[in-house]
């Protein structure tokens, strides 16, 4: 539909009033001693996802020790089995054949010796030779000290692993010779040299220098810290959940952590505390140093390449060797209050689990939802060679919009009207809140339209800009939540991230998961990354709508739209 058919003012009077608020990742958790053990007397399914992994309630964050073993998939992740707060936390389990569908099992570990009873934290899992999983954590002893321990299943032969001890002699590592006891946490995937050693990092700081402090192990029990850190960055505060995994320079094969030489590079990625986001650097690994050294083209602090640029936060990959595939689950928290999370029963998600490999460029990583997540879809929607004119909205129907998957594809034409970009825009999330949905350009704003009532009183808008650069186009990509809802307690953080992709032939594509309350989109195949929350107050369910939009003054083709709608998944 046009927007002479539309209706000028209308269109306009909603494209406006957007907002930069504040981005609220909770990474060291806010305590409420008094509200952490209430339990959910009820739970609300409004906002509730369909196919997002989630509990049936209470509280939960970080994504722990994902692996496979003997055909099972097993995610752990921090959990309040009391309470839809912060505190209490167990490591929650649950079991999977494809990633999508959900078991749950007791929790495998939970507070109950004196080198963790104050606490079970984050962790990673390792398989060890004799094909057996081992579970290095963080927990929280009775001087309140970080320590890392090691955990083993109780039967080997129980397919589920349901029950797990810890031996006698953790803790394995302690913050002792400088190293500050609170800021010594979650240990990665340990793994194995050359040499015979085993090795781990921990996270760490040094006053404002983030690191990874590196250890090694003969027999994984015995560990000795190394003189110096894995790799270390300054005014980056505390590394949280750092993860280090090596990645092919050609093809989209996942390789086993222990992998190096040659035609590899390595990813260190780590979850910053003071910012609350994570940024990841792409460059080599010396085994004989224990060295990481970044490529010149990853900035190496918060300016970084990011998985996400949204709401993702304590990120855990493992190699998945059934399918040959490294695999990134991350956490996703909620937007609105700590009093809405209680009246709800519940609080937090994990992301779509993703497979990532490095771009053929081998400057970044490129994200796409597992395969798996597509044996959910249904009531498939196909258009082509759809032309958008300056003001053009049309809706996408005969799909269920609050519980969809669309992948567009676009071709635009010629790119020498794009407006010109300013080398001083260097952050794209400030320079998305200025240059929102409603305002228009040359190349752009063009997109999508996601959880939009009827009547446009509310919707999220996710689009591109294209702008001229000094050498080549310049792409934005944008996920503005400001007119998500007509709740004024929620935060509506309008978020940004560049495109790292030629297009100068024109093609430019854009993939969104739709889940009531998430909006996880991928730019340019999964190059950038920007996930949301929302929680609309009209756009609910059936009266959520989607649209395809265009506001700049240059016509944009879609060549390809498909949408379906989803299934739920089945989570126990």
């Not at 700081?205 to 990874?212: E, I, P, T």
């Not at 940024?279 to 085994?287: C, N």
């Not at 918060?302 to 996400?308: A, F, K, P, V």
Request: charge should be positive.
């Amino acid at each position: 539909m046009g927007l002479s058919n539309l209706g000028f003012s209308f269109w306009v009077i909603f494209f406006c009033s957007f907002s930069l608020s504040r981005d609220v990742v909770d990474a060291s958790h806010q305590v409420f001693s008094h509200l952490q053990s209430v339990q959910a007397s009820s739970v609300t399914h409004r906002y509730r996802t369909g196919y997002h992994f989630q509990p049936p309630k209470n509280w939960i964050n970080d994504p722990n020790g994902p692996m496979y073993y003997n055909g099972i998939y097993h995610l752990f992740y921090q959990y309040n089995p009391k309470g839809a707060v912060w505190g209490n936390i167990v490591w929650a389990h649950s079991v999977s054949t494809d990633l999508i569908n959900w078991t749950p099992l007791d929790p495998a570990i939970y507070p109950s010796k004196p080198f963790d009873i104050n606490g079970c934290w984050s962790g990673s899992a390792t398989i060890l030779p004799g094909n057996i999983p081992a579970i290095l954590y963080t927990g929280i002893d009775p001087s309140n000290r970080q320590v890392q321990n090691v955990a083993y299943p109780k039967n080997i032969s129980d397919p589920m692993l349901r029950e797990w001890i810890k031996p006698d002699y953790n803790p394995l590592m302690a913050p002792i010779n400088g190293i500050n006891s609170s800021s010594f946490r979650d240990p990665t995937t340990a793994w194995h040299g050359p040499d015979g050693h085993w090795r781990v990092i921990i996270g760490s700081k040094k006053r404002r220098r983030g690191m990874a402090i590196l250890y090694r192990s003969k027999d994984f029990v015995h560990w000795m810290k190394a003189k110096h850190p894995l790799h270390s960055s300054k005014n980056t505060g505390m590394w949280e959940c750092p993860d280090l995994y090596p990645v092919s320079i050609s093809g989209r094969n996942g390789l086993d952590p222990s992998t190096n030489g040659k035609g590899i590079k390595h990813v260190l990625k780590v979850s910053l505390d003071d910012k609350k986001f994570e940024y990841y650097t792409i460059g080599q690994y010396t085994f004989q140093t224990d060295r990481y050294v970044p490529d010149d083209t990853s900035a190496d602090n918060s300016t970084g390449l990011r998985y996400d640029y949204g709401k993702f936060y304590a990120s855990k990959t493992f190699y998945d060797s059934g399918k040959n595939r490294r695999v990134l689950w991350g956490w996703m928290n909620e937007s609105d209050s700590t009093i809405s999370d209680i009246n709800k029963g519940w609080a937090g998600i994990q992301c779509i689990p993703r497979q990532v490999w490095l771009d053929f460029n081998g400057r970044q990583l490129v994200q796409w939802p597992i395969k798996e997540v597509e044996s959910l879809r249904q009531y498939k929607v196909q258009l082509q060679n759809r032309v958008l004119a300056n003001g053009d909205l049309f809706e996408v129907k005969k799909i269920t919009a609050a519980e969809a998957d669309i992948m567009v594809d676009y071709q635009l034409g010629s790119l020498d009207k794009a407006d010109t970009f300013d080398p001083t825009w260097t952050d794209p999330q400030v320079l998305c809140s200025q240059k929102g949905a409603n305002v228009q350009g040359s190349i752009g704003p063009f997109g999508l339209l996601v959880m939009a009532s009827s009547g446009l009183e509310e919707y999220s808008a996710v689009f591109f800009r294209i702008f001229k650069g000094q050498h080549k186009p310049v792409v934005l990509m944008c996920s503005d939540q400001s007119r998500s809802t007509l709740q004024p307690d929620v935060d509506k953080t309008t978020y940004g991230g560049f495109v790292d992709v030629d297009i100068e032939d024109g093609k430019l594509s854009l993939r969104s998961l739709i889940d009531h309350s998430v909006i996880e989109s991928f730019g340019a195949m999964g190059r950038t990354c920007i996930t949301a929350r929302v929680y609309p107050t009209i756009a609910i369910g059936n009266e959520a709508h989607l649209y395809a939009f265009n506001l700049g003054t240059e016509t944009v083709k879609i060549t390809n739209l498909k949408a379906w709608s989803m299934r739920k998944a089945k989570i126990y």
